[in-house]
């Protein structure tokens, strides 16, 4: 059995350890927000955070995650009420959807290290998540907005 | 007490002392490895070219590139999806190696290669090979202000036991190995170095 902690609850998983997160999450865990795309960490869909970082659960085997702190996408926010969810309505900016779950915890940790980011910070940390409906516009406007509503105390 | 218990006792405090001193003899000795040889600056360059053709092979040159974005591949193009590689040599953001490049390699075709340190040198000791002449590079690792500190003994330690450096001897699928193997390109850093680290004319 391996322990997990995913969105501040605790998990008894049976699997292999070197099984996928993103089969832990998705299949076991029931947690379908997060997305598989590719398979080979190149497309970004399956981002989560491990420890706050924005890994790549496709390729990330599930003993890494033992004992250490997962956040999905369901847990970013406990009403999708952070900035970014709330700037990313505003902004209207899924197509279809599928890689929004990968681009928004990205730039979750964007928006942690960098209160402020330039054109080129917002280039520097979303162009491994792919989004083949083309929404890189509306995200860097969403993610210029959900910055200022950080800073003017909404919930980071 | 009997002579036989005295000459006992004797003999074994000679020992203890003997060994005493032995071992703060061998002590230094553990610090200056470094095996020397009559100088030799034909040999020593011919080593280090030997040694030149591995280190501009794409296992190690995609992490010692001249911009601030990895390589790829046997061809060494740009690391796709935009990465770079910020102040610590680990990305940026949400874009940082160990993100995607587990503890180990990861299995099949395409997979990201993987180990523990993955990364660059950091942005304030960029350690570039790619564009290197043979002797820009020979100069620049002998030089403790472009090799990370580094003393003789501690570049050859580095490019003989480093883990990531090793990891270039076991790429995982589809990655071609550098031109010499590991024993052969170690004896090679030590044979260039033991000759006097000579660096080539140009």
Known sequence: MITLKVNDKSYQVDASPDMPLLWVLRDLLGLTGTKYGCGVAQCGACTVHLNGEAVRSCVTKVSRAQGQNVVTIEGLSLNNDHPLQKAWAEFDVPQCGYCQSGQLMSAAVLLRENASPTDQDIDDAMSGNICRCGTYQRMRQAIHKAAQMQKEGGKS | ?202
């Open chain 2, 1 to 202: 007490m009997s002579s036989k218990k005295i000459f006992i006792i004797t003999v074994l405090a000679l020992a203890t002392i003997g060994f005493t001193v032995m071992s703060f003899r061998e002590q230094p000795a553990a610090y200056s490895k470094i095996t020397t040889l009559p100088k030799d600056s034909t040999g020593s360059v011919r080593a280090f070219m030997s040694v030149y053709r591995v280190l501009k092979s794409a296992r190690c040159m995609n992490c010692h590139p001249s911009g601030d974005v990895p390589l790829q591949g046997d061809d060494s193009h740009l690391h796709t999806m935009g990465v770079k590689r910020g102040p610590d040599g680990k990305g940026l953001y949400a874009m940082k190696c160990s993100n995607c490049h587990q503890a180990e390699n990861s299995p099949g075709l395409h997979a990201p290669p993987g180990n523990p340190k993955w990364g660059l040198p950091p942005a304030n000791m960029r350690m570039v090979f790619q564009g290197r002449t043979p002797r820009q590079l020979a100069l620049q690792l002998l030089d403790p202000k472009q090799n990370g500190g580094r003393t003789k003994q501690q570049l050859i330690e580095h490019m003989t036991s480093d883990t990531l450096v090793s990891w270039g001897w076991h790429p995982g699928l589809g990655r071609k190995l550098p031109p010499l193997s590991h024993p052969a390109f170690s004896a090679q850093v030590k044979l260039w170095i033991a000759k006097g680290a000579y660096a080539p004319a140009k």
